[in-house]
């Protein structure tokens, strides 16, 4: 059964980093393209950060570019979020998704997603 974990969210003052992990299991998803999406509280899902299955194409959101980074091994069967100069704003649960087809975009183009890990920005 595939299952994507993420891992390394937590609780962080403005200014600061984090780096989130998402590994995936129980299939190889090398051929996958991924993303990361975020959920805050009365808000809808919406896209982060796509990357394509070599890593050769990413794609950010505008509320987001030039601060965070996507990135793949796919050797480790892993994607990564490097956060860094985090807003309040972005405090959300974090999730990984994986598809094969589709629009980076669009939540509803996603094919396995993770349970997401909250980060938690302070003013």
């Known amino acids: 059964q595939a299952q994507l974990v993420e891992s390394g969210g937590g609780l962080v003052q403005a200014g600061g980093s984090l780096r989130l992990s998402c590994e995936a299991s129980?299939?190889?998803?090398?051929?996958?393209?991924m993303g990361w999406f975020r959920q805050a509280p009365g808000k809808e899902r919406e896209f982060v950060a796509g990357?394509?299955?070599?890593?050769?194409?990413?794609y950010y959101a505008d509320s987001v570019k030039g601060r965070f980074t996507i990135s793949r091994d796919n050797a480790k069967n892993t994607v990564y979020l490097q956060m860094n100069r985090l807003k309040p704003e972005d405090t959300a649960v974090y999730y990984c998704?994986?598809?094969?087809?589709?629009?980076?975009?669009?939540?509803?183009?996603?094919?396995?997603w993770g349970q997401g890990t909250q980060v938690t920005v302070t003013s």
């Open positions: 990357i394509s299955w070599s890593g050769g194409r990413t």
């Open positions: 129980g299939r190889t998803f090398s051929s996958y393209a």
């Open positions: 998704a994986a598809r094969i087809g589709g629009n980076y975009y669009a939540t509803l183009d996603y094919d396995y």
